[in-house]
């Protein structure tokens, strides 16, 4: 079946730091990917999301790049902030007589000042 | 504009009871589908109703059992409860059953601890 596995956490960085959290899915067809975010106290939301092969995601200065060829979907930012300590999750969504989404496990980030 | 809404938030139940969750969409959404989320891990797939209908079902017994409404709103319901059922439930929305292309909102979640 279809599923979803990323880097464990959690990661700590330091402001302005390089954040890459590696994703990689398993799919039968061709799913849309996406990355959700779930800061402290509050629920999930959208960060960012591609339909279909070497689309870019991108938000808050977070981009992921669909990779077919390595069923990929890498996160990544140039510098982090404080701001962004939160637990990020990879998934993808594929009809399959609906349209259901998988998530990963989570990976969450520290980040200090 | 109201978000996705979900009563109660917290609740405490016994094994062998049975609960009942609810869930207001987004305004404008008429696709509900509910999560499972345990401690530490991602949300877990239960189902998805659109159209009054259980379109798509996740690896759960059938002890999880859902309604829509035709306000578009949701009730999760869950029988003989065990200890393992104790996780965050969460209910998202979206439009137009689910497409993959529209974007999902998640509400804050129901935590269900069972004792």
């Known amino acids: 079946g279809n599923s979803v596995t990323q880097m464990e956490g959690p990661v700590t960085l330091s402001e302005e730091a390089f954040l890459t959290i590696n994703c990689t899915y398993t799919?039968?067809?061709?799913?849309?990917l996406f990355w959700y975010v779930q800061y402290p106290g509050e629920g999930l939301q959208l960060l960012l999301k591609?339909?279909?092969?070497?689309d870019k995601g991108s938000n808050k200065g977070f981009e992921a790049t669909y990779r077919k060829e390595t069923t990929s979907f890498h996160l990544e930012k140039g510098s982090v902030q404080v701001s962004d300590s939160a637990v990020y999750f990879c998934?993808?969504?594929?009809?399959?007589?609906?349209?259901?989404?998988?998530f990963g496990a989570g990976t969450r980030l520290f980040v200090k000042a | 504009d109201a978000g996705v809404t979900q009563s109660p938030t917290h609740l405490i139940k016994t094994r062998g009871q049975q609960v009942t969750l609810r869930c207001s969409p987004k305004?404008?959404?008429?696709?509900v589908s509910w999560y499972q989320q345990a401690l530490g891990q991602g949300p877990q797939f239960i189902f998805q109703?659109?159209?009054?209908?259980?379109?798509q079902r996740g690896n759960f017994p059938d002890r999880f059992s859902g309604h829509q409404f035709p306000n578009y709103s949701s009730e999760l319901n869950v029988n003989a409860l065990l200890l393992g059922d104790s996780a965050l439930y969460l209910c998202?929305?979206?439009?137009?059953?689910?497409?993959?292309?529209?974007?999902?909102?998640f509400g804050d979640g129901t935590r269900l601890s069972i004792l």
């Open positions: 591609a339909t279909k092969a070497d």
């Open positions: 305004s404008g959404h008429d696709t």
């Open positions: 109703y659109y159209e009054e209908e259980e379109r």
């Open positions: 799919a039968t067809g061709y799913p849309s």
């Open positions: 998934a993808l969504s594929e009809w399959t007589g609906g349209f259901k989404t998988i």
């Open positions: 998202a929305s979206s439009l137009g059953g689910g497409a993959s292309n529209q974007p999902q909102h």
